[in-house]
T-cell receptor, first 114, second 115 residues
Framework: NAGVTQTPKFQVLKTGQSMTLQCAQD?????MSWYRQDPGMGLRLIHY???????DQGEVPNGYNVSRSTTEDFPLRLLSAAPSQTSVYFC?????????????FGDGTRLSIL | KQEVTQIPAALSVPEGENLVLNCSFT??????LQWFRQDPGKGLTSLLL?????REQTSGRLNASLDKSSGRSTLYIAASQPGDSATYLC??????????????FGTGTRLTIIP
């Protein structure tokens, strides 16, 4: 009964470092997405995937990279961390398109860039 | 561009009261709307998904309504309890490239139920 699992829960990076935020779901969902949540700005879509091997950019994709080699996993890579990427990152999944089905969210990764 | 607004940003009410949370959106060409709950340090939990044809959707003490023509949705919470304290967000589907979709979120209303 895991749902959407995100690791790590917390991370502190130095400017210029790279890292990968992990997201896995066990519900056989085709649609997966990454959001960042910042105070006063709501959740903004970074990248999304409609199935294994298919990804596309969202509203704020710069500085991030994704891949979807399996249905279960959708990692988010920060290529060269910047202080502006300090945020809470959420992964979400659903059976089909984002609006058609209830979205299932992970508990988030809280990322600080120094 | 779709914009979703939730006012007020924060609300405190005594336990046991009925309350209404508001959500407004600028583009009425939506086919559904979702309400989410977010507890501190946690992710979002989907509460209700209301289709534009339904006008209302109920789950336990929660009732959501949707009026596309006025660009508004409300979430009614009956007999509030301290466990209802959380941030409540609404979201509507927005079209992306190639017919794909994303959710456009409001910034939420932080609800505190006072025992």
């Amino acid at each position: 009964n895991a749902g959407v699992t995100q690791t790590p829960k917390f991370q502190v990076l130095k400017t210029g470092q790279s890292m990968t935020l992990q997201c896995a779901q066990d519900m056989n969902h085709e649609y997966m997405s990454w959001y960042r949540q910042d105070p006063g700005m709501g959740l903004r879509l970074i990248h999304y995937s409609v199935g294994a091997g298919i990804t596309d950019q969202g509203e704020v994709p710069n500085g991030y990279n994704v891949s979807r080699s399996t249905t279960e996993d959708f990692p988010l890579r920060l290529l060269s961390a910047a202080p502006s990427q300090t945020s809470v990152y959420f992964c979400a999944s659903s059976y089909t398109a984002a609006g058609n089905q209830p979205q299932h969210f992970g508990d988030g990764t809280r990322l600080s860039i120094l | 561009k779709q914009e979703v607004t939730q006012i007020p940003a924060a609300l405190s009410v005594p336990e046991g009261e009925n309350l209404v949370l508001n959500c407004s959106f600028t583009d009425s060409a939506i086919y559904n709307l979702q309400w989410f709950r977010q507890d501190p340090g946690k992710g979002l939990t989907s509460l209700l998904l209301i289709q534009s044809s339904q006008r209302e959707q109920t789950s336990g003490r929660l009732n959501a309504s949707l009026d596309k023509s006025s660009g508004r949705s409300t979430l009614y919470i009956a007999a509030s309890q301290p466990g209802d304290s959380a941030t409540y967000l609404c979201a509507v589907p927005t079209t992306l490239n190639f017919g794909n979709e994303k959710l456009t979120f409001g910034t939420g209303t932080r609800l505190t139920i006072i025992p």
